[in-house]
């Protein structure tokens, strides 16, 4: 099951255990809970969701393989081709390299690294909330949350461990 963590500086990761795939990370937001201001079902395939959260952006979409103490395995998903083209170029990255932990930045990057110099664009601010914290009815409990929040997120995904949420940005 996904796990949300900060991999570098200025890179949000969502850590897939060995044998998942980025892009089935991406598939979960066929269980997306709510998109403020926007008439939708419950689902949103994977190109509406790249398109909603990178729409404005430039630059490169980072995606890591990592593997114990080996070098990282990574490539930069251009974002000026067109969004089927991307997630076929992600989809491609993730079946090279099941076998390890793959992440994927929410900032764009320049295409040379993934460091904080590196950044292009942040078109969200985003956060997780796990179920794990809320240990009495956590579902409810995390819904209660967000709830009360004064801010509405853009996005709700479930990770099935918890939800991400992202704020997307003008």
Known sequence: KPVMGISAP???GVMIRMGKTIAMMIELVERVYQIVGVEMSA??????????LYGKC?????CRALLGKEVPRKTFVALNSDWKS?????????????DRNLYFGIASRDGKAGKK???????C????????LF?????????QVIDKFPFKPSMIISSG??????????
């Open 10 to 12: 200025g890179m949000l």
């Open 58 to 62: 430039d630059g490169y979409i980072e």
């Open 117 to 123: 110099g590196n950044v292009i664009s942040i078109p």
């Open 125 to 132: 601010v985003w956060a997780e909330m796990d179920y794990k």
């Open 135 to 143: 240990p009495d009815g956590p579902e409810a409990r995390v819904q």
């Open 86 to 98: 991307i997630t076929q170029k992600i989809d491609k990255f993730c079946k090279d390299y099941n």
């Open 161 to 170: 461990d918890g939800v991400h949420l992202y704020w997307l940005l003008e």
């Open 43 to 52: 689902t949103m395939n994977r190109n509406n969701f790249l398109k909603k």
